[in-house]
């Protein structure tokens, strides 16, 4: 499974971004998806997931209530809306992927998209 990641920028503080991963391969209803990023400095941290198969999702507290994350099996593309963005949720987001299994409560993942740049100013 490849990964790839899109739609970061730059955005004021109380704004929205909409990132999206898109996957090639097959049997992406069936794969475990979910979003990390990592701050300057910081170790890399978990934002949210989604499950294959029940689509149900998780999200660190950190952004619970102003991220969502969603996925388009058609598509094979998964998406994480973003509002009321604060400047320290500025990172690089990472999407990963793992075969529906354990990722999804381990969040451990088994691929992981190069990143994009999400950059919130004050």
């Known amino acids: 499974v490849q990964l790839q990641a899109s739609g970061g920028g730059l955005v004021q503080a109380g704004g929205s971004l909409r990132l999206s991963c898109a996957a090639s391969g097959r049997s992406f209803s069936n794969y475990d998806l979910g979003w990390f990023r990592q701050a300057p400095g910081k170790e890399r941290e978990f934002v949210a997931a989604i499950r294959g198969i029940t689509g149900s999702t998780a999200y660190a507290d950190s952004v619970k209530g102003r991220f969502t994350i969603s996925r388009d099996n058609a598509k094979n593309t998964m998406y994480l809306q973003m509002n009321s963005l604060k400047p320290e949720d500025t990172a690089v987001y990472y999407c990963?992927?793992?075969?529906?299994?354990?990722?999804?409560?381990?969040?451990?993942?088994?691929?992981w998209g190069q990143g994009t740049q999400v950059t919130v100013s004050s």
């Open positions: 990963a992927a793992s075969p529906y299994g354990s990722a999804f409560l381990r969040r451990t993942y088994d691929y």
